[in-house]
């Protein structure tokens, strides 16, 4: 039995592959409405910052993996006291929690950055803003997602808030990019690996809308570089499991890193409809320590458009449309309350002809919000 | 909710879709164990023989459907009666249910057929062989599938048994066939209908052990003509959700009916990782009256091997295995107790090769069935 903790849709987007498999599942759900809890038959509700619960939970399952990236280390270290296999391991999880840690992990590892401080103080901002230019990215090192946590300042005035707290900081150079890549591998505790094709993830006000499957136009040699650096975090980080890794494409060629999370991710929704092995198979794999699959693309392009909820709390009516426009359309909902803004799920298409697909990705994404009518 | 009769394979591979389309199933259960019961949330157990408790669990339900076509009409008619939509409908599924039945309403359309009458005697079944020639294949009109239910006899001698019951049996020449052929359609309450390519369902000692998609080499006017027959019948019959149509492809061209199933088919496993839509999806959308989706092919061949149960219980090591030796396996385990010679489940490949296809799932079927060790 895996142990998910989190009923968000990673795990829910689970529960598919693991029937397929035959592995049950247990997911540890935040409330009794959670995505997951809704399709897996076993999945109690209880907090997972507190250790008793996530121990008691932990008791009936053979290894134990995550829906977000939460879960305090001193319940992780506890999980693992108890010699529960916990994938990935807290060691690793430490570098998708801590945004501090990360930058200075990858910095040694020479992996590519933007250039980056930790700042606590006015003057320090001041002095990271006078030698690599304004406005400058501030991050939360723990705790943001989705843009949250992150801000654009022009001077240390505009970082007054965030600064009074007295916390180090997380000082950014705003990279000049010319798009947003991502790069989704999976590794086993035995030490195997796979990768899947680098994607293009156009983002909109800091949230992923749109994942192109292969980034269209990608030079080669780029790609190459970005999947041996995922592959080298991942090895060197211990990460088990599936993880991101967010990069920008630069104008002089190249790329840095943005953000890591270790866990199934946006990025990655394509593979449900357009590769041989999804990411959440894969991921289930990996932290099973099952050989992994192939993260071979089934059709030339997969185009996976996200939803976000609108006015209409009601979306059968809005999906039963789409589905006579579109038979080619795969719907993927989250069972989540509908809420304007808030994702509740994707849609994918894949086939030769990327415009047409992002065309027509991007209408049904609109028509589930009720931004169109037609 | 979707309710579904019957907890065995068929249904609990409608529960992966469900999760992305968001619907939610219930599954009446033979037991606690059945295969569908393990990963629903909602699985009560209970005798789909008895009114009461059919009644009882289709009051949730917004449309009922079938894992198997064993529930007795009256039982279907009790639940027509209260109003809950039942798709297929008692008065379409008794043709699936009962094969004179079927061959009758067959032979009224002009559908091609195998030569049949309905014998109770010895003495009409000696007429029957004397005029079709021995052997000649005898069937229970209900109550068979995969090969029960079905005796080739060379004399009324040897059908002394079966006769004996008083009960008019079909009697059916014994096809002369180059290969057995499938096709499936689905056809919704609205009249919308869509048809997969044609199969090649490979058969052992009258088990499909093997589906090749679409059929290799097929006549593209015989794929149209059988289509089309498909088509009619869903249409004529008033068939709901999925259909399957076994036919005899005949050495001198052109084909006849064997049998009709009115639900997901073993060969249609193929779908779930070769199609844009598996059939377990169009199902749900054909029962539920929402549109079908496409039945376009992923790749140029998919090959399904059924995979049976031999001596060892615990499969997971076996998978691992066969995991590790092709990456592109795709694996589907029905959760059942494993018991020499039962369908526990099967696997699917996709590629151009249609050859190694086909060796590699032999391959993986043999070992997880126990007979090969290598």
Known sequence: MVGIIGGGQLARMCAPVAVNLDITLSVLCETPESAAGLVVPSAPVGDYTDVDTVLEFARDCDVITFDHEHVPQDVLHALVATGVPVHPSPEALVFAQNKLAMRERLTSMAIPCPAWASVSTAEQLAAFGAEHGW???LKTPTGGYDGKG???V??????ADWLAHGEPLLAEEAVDFLRELAVLVARSPSGQAAAWPVVHTVQTDGICTEVLAPAPQLVPDLAARATEAALR???DL???GVMAM?????????FVVNELAMRPHNSGHWTMDGSVTSQFEQHLRAVL???LGSPRPREQWTVMTNVLGGQDEDLYPTYRHLMARDPELKIHLYGKAVRPGRKIGHVNLTGTDL???????RHAADYLEGTVRE
């Open 135 to 137: 406005p400058v990215v």
């Open 150 to 152: 992150v801000l654009l």
């Open 154 to 159: 022009s001077s240390p005035q505009e970082a």
């Open 233 to 235: 975090i991942a090895g």
């Open 238 to 240: 211990g990460v088990t």
């Open 246 to 254: 967010e990069i920008f494409e630069l104008p002089e060629g190249g």
């Open 289 to 291: 320590d099952l050989p």
């Open 355 to 361: 415009a047409d697909l992002r065309e027509r990705g």
